[in-house]
């Protein structure tokens, strides 16, 4: 562990004042922090997969929908059945607030397309995994780092070679 938390320590002051990959997560995080935009402005561009670009929006839509749903159904693993769970104003409110906020974040990105998943053949399947995969595909194809907030998407961009940080890392740099 502390050998991992060495080489995001390492990454980070080498990714600062040059372009970056940024993924989701650690958008989503630098939005909710106190000076994240600052945060953000230590790069001289945040590069963003078309494809995440893409999944914020859908994701802001819906939690906008949820503004007309009294809650949401889904399975409980413990009744084997599905299960109702009222969503109240305060949830909704929080959950729009923070994809507002993801949403304006991702506005500071440039919108990159990821043409072929040549790292991950295997993995990318044009769906779900792909939006996880192409920041790690947009940091190797455009040799820059990768800024990210997700352990296990880290650990598997540096698995190819690609390196990568998380905010802490980045808040203990500066």
């Known amino acids: 562990k502390d050998k991992e938390n ?17 993924d989701s997560s650690a958008l989503l995080l630098s939005s909710q922090l106190t000076g994240g935009d600052r945060l953000r402005g230590k790069f001289t561009e945040l590069l963003l997969p078309a494809i995440s670009r893409r999944d914020i929006v859908r994701a802001t839509i819906e939690v906008r929908g949820l503004a007309s749903s009294p809650g949401s159904l889904a399975w409980d693993d413990q009744t ?8 109240n104003a305060i949830d909704l409110l929080r959950y729009q607030s923070r994809a507002e906020a993801l949403e304006s974040a991702a506005e500071e990105t440039v919108a990159h397309p990821v043409q072929a998943m ?3 053949p295997d993995l990318s399947d044009g769906g779900v995994d792909d939006v996880w995969l192409a920041p ?14 997700d352990l ?17 890392s980045l808040v203990d740099f500066l």
């Open 152 to 168: 296990g998407q880290r650990r598997l961009a540096r698995s190819v070679g690609v390196h990568a940080f998380g905010t802490p």
């Open 6 to 22: 060495d080489v995001d320590q390492a990454a980070a002051p080498e990714a600062v004042n040059r372009p970056v990959v940024v």
């Open 118 to 120: 040549s790292l991950f």
């Open 80 to 87: 084997q059945r599905p299960a109702f769970s009222e969503l």
């Open 136 to 149: 790690i595909q947009l940091a190797h194809d455009t040799s820059t780092a990768l800024w990210s907030d």
